[in-house]
Every structure is written in structure tokens, then in C-alpha cells.
């Protein structure tokens, strides 16, 4: 039996839910009091740890375990529990025996949100006001990838409390250029308390070959068959659970799992996606009004709620094509079987808690980063670093491929159709200041504390909320430093009482900003400001919703309120100043253009051995738009052949290499390969390849040359706009996907002659 399955079919919760409705039924109530009536019974003892490491009744327990568990990209509707067609029992039980909260926001990008999450402050105040990619440098404190020591993490304080802490899965607070093997490391996981990490440094990962981390190295993908990245770090935080429970059963811990899905590239095996066969052939209005309405069965969202119309560039289902059709319906299967093989993995986490007695003791907090993304545009995506570049992918590409979705041969992601499906019932999508950006579900799961099992909360709360509850609940108190620095207060508030108290208050007053994009919330009140890149910021236009009364915001009430506009403008100015929103900036992809002086990457020569770690591309020498050459010393015989350089991977990057005796340049930039080839040369000879760019962005002349020789060029008509590949610089090999299918048949396809060093020199 495929054990892949298994958990799905059999995990403890799930049994226990099978046995709850069976007894249900015989006793003649509601399976939801039932489980009540259960669960009441079963949290009114209290446990402890006997000498065994398990627990028993009748004692006080020790502090709890802390948990928390965050999607990437994931809407606001697609868990069951929030409303949605797609199986995800796992979450939903979790859901069933806690609470969901319908009024949960974050940040419209993951890393401020994951940089609230785990210091309980505004992202802004603590240096990470966007993507981690973008160091703005020393001239914007508020955007500089990392957090400021002075907002100390959970882990750093719970550590002085006894925990040890985990992290796995995405990280994404450390400055990309910072993310190289030899570091540095203060703005890793381990620099910023945690004891353990394994994971991705970076925004994004392949789901079969990522760029794995464990604590501070670099590692090689584990030689296993079917291995998929959300399995592995859910094998490895039970593993470090397990270890914990069985050596030190006396000390809580803390644990991370931040899960690359659902950010693209979609990426699961196939028998998730055929659970989904035909599900999503009648298209996406009409599931995202059986979402919409599901929502409003289960009290998910107001009864006022109005659906949102269709976002602008979606067209109706009935007005695409039969290739659009198909080819989108399977993106679709592919995002929902993705999710549920989430769901299982986490069941798997689940089980292991309760297995090794820790269940009871452990307090869950479940929440997506931001909202659906529509990277995906209106034909959905099978090239990850196209979708970054803004380059176009044609529906043929996206239709010859269907058969490719969520294997390793695409990198895919679903259209903006389906995207805006995942928001329902919202309009736009993630990096907007519309509730599809910031609103997404969050699930608190803590048995001690929460007697109102399966209850839906709607009170206003915040991403930086979630840790300074944990402190409240767990009676911990900000230390005054840590290590020897000063430490900023908490500008979270706690909502521990809501865990009990279904009246108790919300937070009344949250402001956002990303990119230049603004947005206020106060006392049921919302104004967002609508700013067009380039423009001075009082030009922007500024809309006023009244959430209370219009959830979906549908009425924009700026012309019948323009008191209440201003009013709510000058509550903007008064939270950016305190918590240093300011400068702002309005860059996009063009972000990971910017080089901080202080960066180790701006510089103009690079020297590289053989033996080299791969290099991540975020901390590889910045070649976009600039004159630069690469050299490389060699020694070979007529039968050496292999990779000289190479990063990124068959969807986009550039490699030389020598094989059958040619010396080959390759750039491929996704749409086009650019290529020169030579004849290889014998013996001691100095290879060098010279890009010279046009006067016109994005083209330029590559030449290469043997001993100083040219030996070919070739007009590049098209090279990347903000990023070259989503996988790094290998010297002397090509590790994890290669980017020529010329070696794809030959493994590393190390160079078997002897390479000197690889120095690229900038201009």
C-alpha cells in the first residue's frame, strides 16, 4: 500500500472522526455535540509527563508546545473549513477541534508577514517592509531583507524560557545575498535562535530538487525515491519531535514548518491531481459561486457578503477556448492536488504529535502568508522564472505540456482565473491592499484553553498578533535584551481571550504598505490608496470601505465620506510615522535590481573553485544588463569533457561546457537558447566568454573566445529582465537540474580535465 496514503485514510483524527459520527448517529444527536460533549470531557483533565516521556491525568501540565504552520500563496477559501471543494481533512479537523478565525489578515507578501509572525512587531520597524530578495540598502532601514536584532524572534525568547526551537520549510528573512555557503550567517535560522533548521533559504523552491539547508550548510537533495520537499520536512520535524519526546521529555519546544506550497511551481505527483479528474470542467465561476455560497452556509463570511465580480483580464469560463479550457481545468487539479498532498503531510505531523504524547500539550496556529498569487496571468505558467521576468509564455507552450503539470519537467502555476477562485469572496489578489492580499484564514488549535470546539471567530486580528498571544498564554515576558541589545516592545496585541470569549474585542487600528501600495483599517472602517508606480505619492487615489457593512469591499464610499476618508488618511500618516514606514519605495520586480553598498555581491571580480558549494543565484555575481566576462583556465585531454559553470536549470540559465569535443556556450532566457560552439581546445588554454549589452535594455553580443582568440559570438535578442533562474552557480558541474538537454543523460556531468578557477570580472 502506498504509505503516501495512508495518513489520509487512517490518521487518528480522521478515525476519530469515522467513530464520533458513528456514535452520533446511533445516540440520536448532532455529530458537532457530540464531539463537544467529547472533547469537553477529555480537556477537563489536565496531564504531565510521567518517567516514560508519555502523559498522565490528574496534574498540571508543563508550558505547552507552540506550533506554528503557514502556506505559501494559499486563498483565503481553499480549505473545506473555509469553504472549499478541495479534500483537506487534516486542517479541517484541526478546524473542527478549535477555532477559525474569518477576520485573520497578514501582509500582502511573505516575508514581512513571516517577520511579523515570529517577532509580534509591524514588518516595517524591523527592516523588512518587502521580499527578502530586496535590500534596499543602509539609505531605507525598513527595507533591508533581515530582521533588526532589536525585534529578538520567538525562538530567541523562548529560548531563555527552556524551549528548543525548530524551523523547516521556507525561510525567506535573510538578504539574498547573504544566502551563500559560506555565509553570513546572523540572518540565518540559527542566528536568529532557532537550535535546528532544515529548509530553503530563499522565496521559492522546486518540490523535487530544492536548494536544501540544514542549520548552517548547504546539503545534497536525499537520495530517495519519490521525494518531494513537503514530505521531507515533515519527516524531519518528526524527527526532531520524536528525538525531543524520547531524550528530553521534560523541555517544550517550538516549531516552524513553513511549507513552500502552494508557491509555485505547482509541483505533486500524480495521483494527487487525478483525485481531482473532471472536478474543475465547469469552470471557475461556477465554483467559485458554490465556494461563495458554502462560505455563507458555514458562517465563514456575513450574510451582507456580496461576491465579488470577475477581477479585470479573467474572462468568463464560456468564452475561453477548448485548449483553454482543458489546459487551465488541469492547472486547476494540479493546485488542488497539491494542496491536499499538504494536507497529508501535515496530517503526518499531526499523528507523530499525538504518537509520542504531545498532542494535548501543543498549541497549533495555522495561517497562509498572503493571499493567491496571479503570477500565473491569464494562461497560467510552466516556466517559474518567465512568470518572474514578465516574459510571455504562448497558450500552445502551456497545452503541449499538460501531461508535464506538477511533475519536474514544468515549473507551473495556475492562471489568474483560479487565483482569484482561491480569494473568494474577494476581489484581486496577493501584493494588492484588498482584502484577497491580506485576508486569509487562521486556525488556533490549543485543547487547554479553547472549550468551544469548532467555533468561528470575528474579531479583527493581525499576522503580529499570533507571538504575543503565545507569550500571553504561556505567562512570558519580553526580556529587556537579548544578547546584550535592547529589545523594542511587542506592537502586537494579544487576543488570548478570544480563545474563550467569543465577545472579547478585537484589534481596532492596522496599517499596510508595500511597494507604495497603502491601506488603513480602523473600527470597521478600510481606505487604500491606489498609487501608480513613478508617480509622487499625493497623487495617489484613495478609496474608503466599510468592512463592517461590505466585506468584499464593493462600495467604494470615498465620495459620500470624505470626513471619514480624511480621517483615516491622517491615522495613516500618524502609524507610518511611528512604525518607519517611511521612505517608501515603489519597486516591483524591479527590486532585485537594487545592490546595497554594503552588499558582498556588489563587487566587480569573482574567483571561483572547483569544489564550490552551489551557489544560490540571489548571491551570485550580478550580470544583469552589465558588461562582464567570465575566464576559465583549463587543462584537458582530446576525451575530457564536462561542465565548466553553469546556473539555473532547463526553463532558464546559461552554461559552458564542453562535450564530443566542442566547446558550447548556452543562454537560455526561457523563450530562445542562444548558442556558440567551438571547437574544444587541448592541453593548457584559457576559455573566456564576454557579454557586451546593446544600447538597448535586455540585448547584447556574447563572444567567446579561446586564448584570446574569438571562436564565436552570438546577438542575444532577449536576456533577462530582474532574475536569470530560480536555481544556483555550480563550478565544474551542473548539480540538481541541468540547463542544456545536450548533458541531461549525464548526471553532474563533472569536468574530468583540470579547471583552475572560474573569475568573472564586472564592469
Known amino acids: 500500500m502506498d504509505t503516501r496514503l495512508k495518513v489520509i485514510r487512517k490518521s487518528p483524527f480522521q478515525k476519530l472522526t469515522v467513530f464520533a459520527s458513528a456514535l452520533a448517529l446511533l445516540s440520536g444527536c448532532s455529530y458537532k455535540n457530540f464531539m463537544e460533549q467529547e472533547v469537553k470531557a477529555e480537556?477537563?483533565?489536565?496531564?504531565?509527563?510521567?518517567?516514560?516521556?508519555?502523559?498522565?491525568?490528574?496534574?498540571?501540565?508543563?508550558?505547552?508546545?507552540?506550533?506554528?504552520?503557514?502556506?505559501?500563496?494559499?486563498?483565503?477559501?481553499?480549505?473545506?473549513?473555509?469553504?472549499?471543494?478541495?479534500?483537506?481533512?487534516?486542517?479541517?479537523?484541526?478546524?473542527?477541534?478549535?477555532?477559525?478565525?474569518?477576520?485573520?489578515?497578514?501582509?500582502?507578501?511573505?516575508?514581512?508577514?513571516?517577520?511579523?509572525?515570529?517577532?509580534?512587531?509591524?514588518?516595517?520597524?524591523?527592516?523588512?517592509?518587502?521580499?527578502?530578495?530586496?535590500?534596499?540598502?543602509?539609505?531605507?532601514?525598513?527595507?533591508?531583507?533581515?530582521?533588526?536584532?532589536?525585534?529578538?524572534?520567538?525562538?530567541?525568547?523562548?529560548?531563555?524560557?527552556?524551549?528548543?526551537?525548530?524551523?523547516?520549510?521556507?525561510?525567506?528573512?535573510?538578504?539574498?545575498?547573504?544566502?551563500?555557503?559560506?555565509?553570513?550567517?546572523?540572518?540565518?535560522?540559527?542566528?536568529?535562535?532557532?537550535?535546528?533548521?532544515?529548509?530553503?533559504l530563499e522565496d521559492s523552491s522546486d518540490q523535487y530538487k530544492p536548494e536544501l539547508v540544514q542549520d548552517n550548510s548547504f546539503i545534497d537533495v536525499p537520495e530517495k525515491e519519490n521525494y518531494h520537499f513537503s514530505e521531507d520536512i515533515v519527516?524531519?520535524?518528526?524527527?526532531?519531535?520524536?528525538?525531543?519526546?524520547?531524550?528530553?521529555?521534560?523541555?517544550?519546544?517550538?516549531?516552524?514548518?513553513?511549507?513552500?506550497?502552494?508557491?509555485?511551481?505547482?509541483?505533486?505527483?500524480?495521483?494527487?491531481?487525478?483525485?481531482?479528474?473532471?472536478?474543475?470542467?465547469?469552470?471557475?465561476?461556477?465554483?467559485?459561486?458554490?465556494?461563495?455560497?458554502?462560505?455563507?452556509?458555514?458562517?465563514?463570511?456575513?450574510?451582507?457578503?456580496?461576491?465579488?465580480?470577475?477581477?479585470?483580464?479573467?474572462?468568463?469560463?464560456?468564452?475561453?477556448?477548448?485548449?483553454?479550457?482543458?489546459?487551465?481545468?488541469?492547472?486547476?487539479?494540479?493546485?488542488?492536488?497539491?494542496?491536499?498532498?499538504?494536507?497529508?503531510?501535515?496530517?503526518?505531523?499531526?499523528?507523530?504529535?499525538?504518537?509520542?504524547?504531545?498532542?494535548?500539550?501543543?498549541?497549533?496556529?495555522?495561517?497562509?502568508?498572503?493571499?493567491?498569487?496571479?503570477?500565473?496571468?491569464?494562461?497560467?505558467?510552466?516556466?517559474?522564472?518567465?512568470?518572474?521576468?514578465?516574459?510571455?509564455?504562448?497558450?500552445?507552450?502551456?497545452?503541449?505540456?499538460?501531461?508535464?503539470?506538477?511533475?519536474?519537467?514544468?515549473?507551473?502555476?495556475?492562471?489568474?482565473?483560479w487565483a482569484q477562485v482561491s480569494n473568494t469572496p474577494f476581489k484581486l489578489y496577493k501584493s494588492t491592499m484588498y482584502e484577497a492580499g491580506t485576508k486569509t484564514p487562521m486556525i488556533v488549535y490549543y485543547p487547554k484553553a479553547i472549550k468551544e470546539k469548532g467555533a468561528i471567530r470575528d474579531q479583527y486580528v493581525h499576522v503580529s498578533d499570533i507571538t504575543p498571544t503565545v507569550y500571553d498564554l504561556a505567562g512570558i515576558e519580553l526580556p529587556k535584551e537579548i544578547k546584550g541589545v535592547k529589545q523594542i516592545p511587542l506592537h502586537g496585541e494579544s487576543f488570548s481571550d478570544t480563545l474563550s470569549n467569543s465577545q472579547a474585542a478585537g484589534k481596532d487600528t492596522q496599517y499596510y504598505e508595500n511597494n507604495g501600495q497603502r491601506a488603513i483599517y480602523h473600527d470597521g472602517w478600510k481606505a487604500i490608496a491606489l498609487h501608480t508606480k513613478g508617480q509622487p505619492y499625493e497623487n495617489d487615489v484613495w478609496q474608503i470601505y466599510h468592512l463592517a457593512e461590505d466585506p468584499t469591499e464593493s462600495n467604494n464610499l470615498a465620495a459620500k465620506y470624505p470626513e471619514k476618508l480624511k480621517e483615516l488618511q491622517k491615522l495613516w500618516d500618524h502609524e507610518a510615522k511611528k512604525y518607519d514606514v517611511l521612505p517608501m519605495t515603489d519597486i516591483m520586480g524591479d527590486g532585485f535590481l537594487v545592490m546595497p553598498s554594503d552588499s558582498n555581491r556588489n563587487r566587480n571580480t569573482f574567483t571561483f573553485y572547483p569544489g564550490m558549494s552551489l551557489l544560490p543565484e540571489g548571491a551570485s555575481p550580478f550580470i544583469i544588463n552589465r558588461h562582464y566576462s567570465i575566464t576559465v583556465p583549463i587543462n584537458r585531454e582530446e576525451s575530457d569533457e564536462g561542465v565548466l559553470l553553469a546556473l539555473g536549470n532547463y526553463e532558464s540559465g546559461y552554461t559552458l561546457y564542453i562535450k564530443d569535443n566542442k566547446l558550447v556556450y548556452e543562454y537560455n532566457v526561457g523563450t530562445?537558447?542562444?548558442?556558440?560552439?567551438?571547437?574544444?581546445?587541448?592541453?593548457?588554454?584559457?576559455?573566456?566568454?564576454?557579454?557586451?549589452?546593446?544600447?538597448?535594455?535586455?540585448?547584447?553580443?556574447?563572444?567567446?573566445?579561446?586564448?584570446?582568440?574569438?571562436?564565436?559570438?552570438?546577438?542575444?535578442?532577449?536576456?533577462?529582465?530582474?532574475?536569470?533562474?530560480?536555481e544556483g552557480l555550480d563550478i565544474g558541474r551542473d548539480t540538481h537540474y541541468p540547463v542544456s538537454p545536450v548533458y541531461e543523460n549525464e548526471g553532474n556531468f563533472e569536468f574530468s580535465g583540470e579547471l583552475e578557477k572560474v573569475v568573472y570580472e564586472l564592469k
Open 235 to 417: 519527516d524531519k520535524a518528526n524527527q526532531y519531535v520524536t528525538d525531543q519526546a524520547s531524550i528530553s521529555p521534560e523541555k517544550p519546544f517550538f516549531l516552524y514548518l513553513a511549507f513552500g506550497a502552494q508557491h509555485q511551481p505547482v509541483q505533486v505527483p500524480q495521483e494527487y491531481i487525478d483525485k481531482y479528474k473532471g472536478v474543475y470542467d465547469k469552470g471557475w465561476d461556477k465554483i467559485r459561486e458554490e465556494r461563495f455560497n458554502k462560505q455563507t452556509e458555514l458562517g465563514i463570511i456575513p450574510n451582507n457578503s456580496v461576491l465579488a465580480p470577475l477581477n479585470p483580464g479573467v474572462k468568463p469560463w464560456d468564452q475561453l477556448t477548448d485548449d483553454e479550457k482543458r489546459a487551465f481545468a488541469r492547472l486547476q487539479e494540479t493546485y488542488a492536488g497539491f494542496l491536499t498532498h499538504t494536507d497529508e503531510q501535515i496530517g503526518r505531523f499531526i499523528e507523530n504529535l499525538e504518537f509520542v504524547g504531545e498532542l494535548d500539550n501543543t498549541m497549533i496556529v495555522f495561517l497562509s502568508d498572503n493571499g493567491a498569487s496571479a503570477m500565473g496571468k491569464a494562461t497560467g505558467s510552466i516556466n517559474h522564472t518567465l512568470a518572474y521576468n514578465d516574459l510571455p509564455e504562448t497558450i500552445n507552450d502551456i497545452v503541449e505540456n499538460i501531461d508535464n503539470f506538477g511533475t519536474d519537467k514544468t515549473k507551473a502555476e495556475f492562471p489568474a482565473g
Open 672 to 726: 530562445n537558447v542562444y548558442r556558440i560552439e567551438s571547437e574544444a581546445p587541448i592541453g593548457q588554454s584559457t576559455i573566456k566568454y564576454e557579454f557586451k549589452p546593446a544600447a538597448t535594455p535586455h540585448k547584447g553580443i556574447g563572444s567567446l573566445f579561446i586564448n584570446g582568440k574569438e571562436a564565436g559570438s552570438v546577438t542575444i535578442d532577449q536576456t533577462h529582465k530582474f532574475k536569470i533562474s530560480f
Open 43 to 200: 480537556t477537563n483533565k489536565t496531564t504531565v509527563k510521567n518517567e516514560n516521556g508519555k502523559q498522565k491525568e490528574g496534574e498540571d501540565s508543563p508550558k505547552p508546545n507552540i506550533v506554528y504552520i503557514v502556506l505559501d500563496d494559499s486563498g483565503y477559501s481553499d480549505l473545506g473549513s473555509y469553504g472549499s471543494e478541495i479534500q483537506t481533512p487534516n486542517l479541517d479537523m484541526l478546524a473542527e477541534n478549535g477555532l477559525r478565525y474569518n477576520n485573520s489578515h497578514v501582509t500582502p507578501v511573505c516575508s514581512p508577514t513571516r517577520a511579523a509572525l515570529l517577532t509580534g512587531r509591524n514588518p516595517h520597524d524591523i527592516g523588512m517592509a518587502t521580499v527578502a530578495n530586496f535590500d534596499m540598502g543602509p539609505e531605507y532601514p525598513n527595507k533591508r531583507g533581515r530582521i533588526n536584532p532589536e525585534a529578538g524572534t520567538i525562538a530567541e525568547v523562548l529560548k531563555e524560557e527552556g524551549y528548543n526551537s525548530y524551523a523547516l520549510g521556507k525561510w525567506h528573512l535573510s538578504p539574498s545575498h547573504q544566502a551563500t555557503p559560506a555565509g553570513p550567517y546572523e540572518n540565518w535560522p540559527l542566528g536568529k535562535g532557532f537550535d535546528r533548521f532544515y529548509g530553503i
